[in-house]
């Protein structure tokens, strides 16, 4: 005799399937003899009202019982590797949950993401909190956690008015060309402040245009200055002159000249 699923060799005659997990797929979909059918409301109401199935108060087994901390380890240990291994099927859970699939979510993101959308079109589309919308965003890999932060950022300066200026995009392409993308922060949220770019996790920098800085004069500027130094980062601010001009070069330099003195001191 041979299992009826998975066609192993059985020790005994008398057996169907050579496991539980075999028995278990034989009796899932149609081969359920409850395949298609359901209770009438009679019988779930009989059911319900059924002491001998529901167990209350003292008829049930483990009344007044309560788990071993061993017992409770073991059952903590065991869902956690469910999780672990079972990380498709849980996604997929959530989404039928939520009633949603990956491409409507990845269609209502791109839409956030490229145009000047706030939280409330994710909310509002996709019918779920903007946490739990950013999580399947991650989940389903439509973008990095990386990159919905930068978003995130990118969306709350467009919000604010403060959007970001072309001398300032010129600026963060030489820094990722010296430094690499990986050790350069745009927009880098320090002690309640939005700084320009962060570099190495050591250098703060600051890109002041000349109208903003110069003549309305930001108040947050010598704050924000004060904030880096007291708190063990390097300050390096690159300024426009009158004309809308900055030496990019210059506070590279500067920049440069920042790391290595933190490098030396550490030697």
């Known amino acids: 005799m041979k299992c009826l699923i ?49 167990h209350p108060g003292e008829d049930n087994p483990f009344y007044g019982k309560s788990h071993t901390n061993e017992s409770k380890q073991v059952i903590r240990e065991k869902n956690r590797i469910w999780r672990e291994n079972n990380k498709q099927l849980r996604l997929e859970r959530r989404l039928k949950r939520k009633n949603l699939t990956k491409e409507r979510i990845e269609e209502v993101w791109t839409t956030y993401a490229t145009e000047p959308h706030n939280r409330s079109y994710l909310i509002k589309e996709l019918g779920i909190d903007y946490r739990t919308a950013k999580k399947f965003v991650i989940d389903l890999r439509i973008e ?37 993308s990986s050790n350069v922060v745009h927009q880098s949220k320090k002690f309640g402040y939005y700084y320009d770019f962060l570099i190495n996790d050591e250098v703060l920098v600051e890109y002041d245009g000349y109208y903003y800085h110069k003549v309305l004069i930001n108040k947050n500027d010598a704050i924000k200055e004060r904030l880096a130094l007291t708190n063990g980062y390097s300050f390096v601010r690159v300024e426009e ?8 070069i210059e506070g590279i330099k500067r920049i440069k000249n920042e790391l290595q003195t933190k490098e030396n001191k550490e030697y």
Do not use: W
Request: charged share 35%.
């Open 6 to 54: 998975c066609e192993k060799d059985l020790k005994r005659n008398s057996k169907k399937f050579c496991s539980r997990q075999c028995y278990y797929t034989a009796k899932a979909g149609t081969g359920n003899h409850f395949y298609g059918k359901k209770h009438t409301k009679e019988t779930i109401e009989k059911l319900r009202n059924d002491p001998r199935l529901s």
């Open 144 to 180: 990095t956690e990386e990159g919905v932060r930068k978003i995130g950022i990118e969306k709350q300066f467009f919000q604010s008015g403060r959007a970001i200026s072309a001398p300032e995009l010129e600026m963060l392409s030489l820094l990722v060309e010296e430094f690499g």
């Open 241 to 248: 002159d009158e004309n809308r001009k900055a030496d990019f």
